[in-house]
């Protein structure tokens, strides 16, 4: 019987000895399973049985504190990306909030399929949600209408993710006669771009999140 075979055999052993109404001996199956599932990935591993019971406890203590570890810190990252999302969504709150895809569709007056048929192109920034979308409501003006030049300006940016798409559009830019206020790049094309500043909007999309300064 080579090393896994006897491992799986352990894991069988507990599962029918184990009394599922004492916690303790729940978290001690958790931990072991794994540990055998750490050891299988773990190519250069000697066999196992050629390990005394003492240095295979020494083993699966070892490599149960190894486990615990890289499982808290991919939690940690899980966690971090998660508080971020939430803090995006808490951001774009000052900007219209989010609406999901039937509401894309009531305002475009079209279906949910040219919606998505949108999102495949590239044409709407959209936020996966699970199965769904969530879409920065600030690329939405009049009903029936999207931000003018969206589409344009997306299409140079489509080779960055859903997020810094809709970042670029919330950056304020000097795209106006010298001596005014910076702008928002989406407030620039609600309220209407002149030639100079949709040529400056879409150089910088160009350039966007590259190394090459603007």
């Known amino acids: 019987m080579n090393s896994h075979s006897s491992i799986h055999s352990t894991i069988d052993g507990l599962v029918a000895a184990i009394d599922h109404g004492q916690d303790a001996s729940v978290r001690v199956l958790k931990l072991l399973t794994q540990v055998f599932a750490h050891w299988s990935e773990n190519k250069d591993r000697s066999d196992l049985n050629t390990l005394t019971d003492a240095e295979l406890l020494q083993e699966v203590a070892v490599s149960g504190a190894l486990v615990g ?15 971020a999302k939430i803090s995006f969504l808490e951001d774009l709150k000052r900007f219209g909030g989010v609406l999901k895809s039937q509401g894309v569709a ?23 949600e699970g199965n769904d979308y969530l879409y920065p409501a600030f690329q939405f003006v009049d009903e029936g ?19 810094a798409r809709c970042t670029f559009f919330l950056n304020p830019i000097m795209a106006s006669r010298e001596g005014q206020d910076e702008e928002l790049v ?25 190394s090459t300064p603007s």
């Not at 570890?69 to 508080?83: F, M, S, W, Y």
């Not at 009531?106 to 996966?128: D, F, M, P």
């Not at 997306?154 to 080779?159: V, Y």
């Not at 989406?186 to 590259?210: C, N, P, S, V």
């Open 145 to 163: 209408k999207r931000l003018p030049h969206l589409e344009e300006v997306l299409d140079l940016l489509k080779d960055v993710s859903a997020e």
């Open 186 to 210: 989406f407030e620039i094309l609600k309220r209407g771009a002149t030639e100079d500043e949709l040529k400056i909007i879409k150089r910088d999309a160009a350039l966007y999140m590259t």
């Open 69 to 83: 570890a890289l499982n808290t810190r991919e939690q940690r990252k899980k966690d971090r990306r998660i508080a």
């Open 106 to 128: 009531n305002h475009l007056s079209c279906s949910r399929q040219t919606v998505n048929n949108y999102v495949k192109k590239g044409s709407l920034i959209a936020l996966q």
